[in-house]
């Protein structure tokens, strides 16, 4: 098997973990990284074992490498991307993806054109638990959906400095609703703000609601001492729910609890592994650039909801 040569550019809190998960990877050779800040591309760079850079477009010269993780700031996401689009790689973007949806359609057009593979880094869609409620709502094993609930709350990561708890954190939960329902949200309304952060929101209430009457619900904080992470299911014959921290999915109907074991693997791997097949077979990922751009326009629309104090529809 020929491996996929690739490379990071943003080596912090988590594009550290790219780096040495494709360095695990059997389908991946890692052949460089890349952070402005020297000392920490050095540090990584001798963990993992391969060359370092500050500068991604020197680094984007090296024609070993066919695809690259960009793991930079949000803010700098797409200049980045961008950049290892035009030196014709292959792109993972860490979510949100771009700044704001009219950057992130520039960048899946630039993909197109180049026809190389464009992905975002939501993370959620490979945790196997949310794979097996997606596949139960298709097949209607829970009867019909009703509803979601998701709950993503934390203290703020003082790092993330460059967008607030909707564009860092929401997001994964925004992407997992299109991910289950299938389909687009009609409206949304929400109710957001500020209680600590200086100048980006620290909460948000989001009721997103789809055609028929199904709704999802997303609370998501920078405020609550300890970390949670879950989503409930509610159907009309049962109810799933995940914790997607320790990947526990309950199966509760009217007479018994399941509860499915799902063999361990770090869902990092599992993305990771699955942008090189991609590549490799020239197979359409499982998160697509319009799925990005997708979750972009609604965190627009939630923002616009609370500013406004009205249900914005989508288009
Ligand atoms: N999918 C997930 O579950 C998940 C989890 C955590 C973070 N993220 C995303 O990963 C990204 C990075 O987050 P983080 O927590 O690692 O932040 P961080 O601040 O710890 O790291 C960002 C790194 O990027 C470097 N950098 C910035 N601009 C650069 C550029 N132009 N070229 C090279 N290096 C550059 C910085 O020096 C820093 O080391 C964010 O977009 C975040 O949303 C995703």
């Known amino acids: 098997m020929k491996k996929i040569g690739v490379a990071v550019i943003g080596t912090g809190f988590w594009g550290k973990n790219h780096a040495r998960a494709y360095k695990e990877i059997e389908s991946t050779n890692l052949v460089a990284i890349c952070d402005l800040n020297a000392e920490r591309a ?19 010269r090296d024609k070993e490498i066919q695809a690259v993780s960009v793991c930079t700031w949000s803010t700098v996401l797409a200049q980045e991307a961008f950049k290892a689009l035009r030196a014709g790689k292959h792109v993972l973007v860490e979510k949100p993806m771009a700044a704001d ?8 057009k630039a993909a197109q054109e180049n026809g190389l593979h464009l992905t975002v880094g ?8 949310l794979q097996h409620i997606q596949k139960a709502i298709e097949s209607k094993t829970l009867g019909d959906f009703v509803c979601a609930t998701a709950k993503r709350v934390t203290q703020w990561p003082e790092r993330i400095g460059d967008v607030g708890v909707i564009k860092d954190t929401a997001i994964h939960d925004i992407d997992a609703m299109h991910y ?54 509610t159907g009309s014959d049962a109810i799933m729910k995940l914790d997607y921290m320790t990947q526990d999915l309950w199966i509760e ?19 990771l592994q699955h942008f090189a097949r991609c590549i490799s077979e020239k197979e359409k990922p499982l998160v697509t650039g319009l799925d990005g751009i997708k979750a972009l326009k609604i965190a627009e629309a939630i923002m616009k909801s609370s500013a406004e104090n009205k249900v914005v529809e989508l288009e």
Do not use: C
């Open 42 to 60: 050095q540090a990584i760079a001798s963990q993992v074992g391969v060359k370092e850079d500050t500068n991604s477009t020197e680094m984007l």
């Open 101 to 108: 949806s009219k950057q992130a359609e520039n960048l899946q």
């Open 122 to 129: 939501f993370l959620t869609r490979f945790i196997p638990g």
């Open 180 to 233: 289950l329902t299938g389909e687009d949200p009609v409206d949304v309304f929400a109710k957001t703000g500020n209680m600590k952060h200086k100048q980006f929101e620290d909460y948000a209430h989001i009721m997103l609601t789809y055609k028929d009457g199904k709704s999802a619900f997303i609370e998501s904080n920078w405020l609550t001492p300890y970390k949670t992470r879950t989503l409930v299911v």
């Open 253 to 271: 109907d009217a007479k018994q609890t399941l509860q499915p074991r799902f063999v361990s693997v770090e869902p990092l791997k599992l993305e």
